[in-house]
């Protein structure tokens, strides 16, 4: 597996450019607040698309049945295995760590 960060200025052309990569595959999103510990936001559920906003500095992750909006990221780093992208992680400003894996990776849905 290979991780590699992505510059900010290459967040919006990143996602438009992978958009097909990620839709429709099955996601799971964790969150790691330094105040509240890990917390599960969703398990197996379908990913529709992830964009990124640079005037309003907002991350959207956008799920079946779940807008899940990461507010003024600082870091985005992108793992790969050989059958394509893994995980993507963020860490914002308050140090919230959100972790989105993507398809076999994902924790399926109970």
Do not use: C
């Not at 992208?85 to 140090?95: L, N």
């Not at 959100?98 to 398809?103: F, K, S």
Request: aromatic fraction near 4%; charged fraction near 25%.
């Amino acid at each position: 597996m290979v991780t590699t960060r992505i510059a900010e200025q290459n967040w919006p052309r990143y996602f438009d450019a992978n958009a097909n990569l990620f839709r429709g595959r099955p996601s799971s999103i964790e969150v790691i607040a330094p105040d509240l510990g890990a917390q599960r936001v969703a398990d197996g559920v379908v990913l529709l698309g992830i964009s990124y906003d640079p005037r309003e500095r907002q991350l959207d992750v956008l799920l079946e049945g779940l807008d899940h909006r990461i507010e003024k990221p600082q870091e985005l780093h992108v793992a790969r295995a050989p059958d394509g992208v893994v995980t993507i992680e963020t860490i914002d400003g308050d140090g919230r760590k959100t972790i989105l894996r993507i398809g076999t990776h994902a924790v399926p849905h109970r």
